[in-house]
């Protein structure tokens, strides 16, 4: 849910050709210029992307607002020997994600359209144009919160993480799930999370502590 909400909130807020937005672990740009898939692909790369790949159907659903005004958004997956596949492998697609009659005999590149409130994939020919739809990962920035940001009576560290064989606070909170914060104690990595009642304070933080906190950047 909290994915297709994100989905929806750009959409909203409006994709433009030419900025990149946020989608979790991934970066991802619309092109309203309408070119085949080889030039796309060529587009994608130059930016260091590749056409998008969807992960559940649910993803798909989502851009029904967007498709609203473009109709046709050109994606990753292509015929091969085997089938249909996404650019990372896997198999496309469930047979309800195709529209009726699609896959066609021929047309073996795929765009997502929408109808009726509704959103499928399209089996057409690779040298037909559309606009396009890239995404690439991005990598984390760590940054030094500033004092006045925080109130820092109210947080506290939940897990001591030291830093083990030379590594730095960065890569030991990197290196767990959910912390996306982290202080610099001596020479222990505190996880920072707001309060809550399941939590277990290790350190209450102090205006000495240093905070950082990890910001993710897709431009």
């Known amino acids: 849910m909290e994915r ?35 030039k796309a692909i060529e587009s994608c790369q130059e930016k260091g992307a590749g056409l998008y790949t969807f992960k559940n159907r649910a993803e798909i659903l989502a851009f029904n607002p967007f498709l609203q005004t473009r109709n046709w958004l050109q994606v990753s997956a292509k015929k091969t020997v085997s089938g249909f596949k996404w650019s990372d492998g896997r ?3 469930p047979a309800n994600w195709w529209q009726t009659d699609h896959p066609k005999v021929g047309k073996d590149c795929v765009v997502l359209y929408q109808k009726n409130n509704d959103v499928r994939l399209y089996s057409v020919a690779c ?15 760590w940054r030094l919160v500033k004092y006045d940001e925080y109130s820092w009576l109210d947080l506290c560290g939940v897990a001591i ?8 606070c960065e890569e030991v909170c990197a290196s ?14 505190i996880n920072i999370k707001n309060d809550a009642p399941t939590d277990k304070c290790v350190v209450r933080m102090r205006p000495t502590v240093q905070l950082y906190e990890r910001k993710f950047y897709c431009e």
């Open 127 to 141: 040298t037909s144009e559309y606009p396009v739809l890239c995404s690439r990962s991005y990598d984390p920035t």
């Open 176 to 189: 767990h799930p959910d912390c996306n914060q982290f202080a610099k104690l001596s020479n222990l990595c």
């Open 91 to 93: 198999n496309c697609c």
């Open 4 to 38: 297709i909400g994100f989905f929806l909130l750009l959409i909203t807020t409006g994709l433009r050709s030419t900025k990149w937005h946020r989608l979790n672990s991934t970066c991802i740009q619309i092109n309203d210029t309408r070119i085949n898939r080889y």
């Open 161 to 168: 993480m030291p830093n083990c064989d030379g590594r730095s």
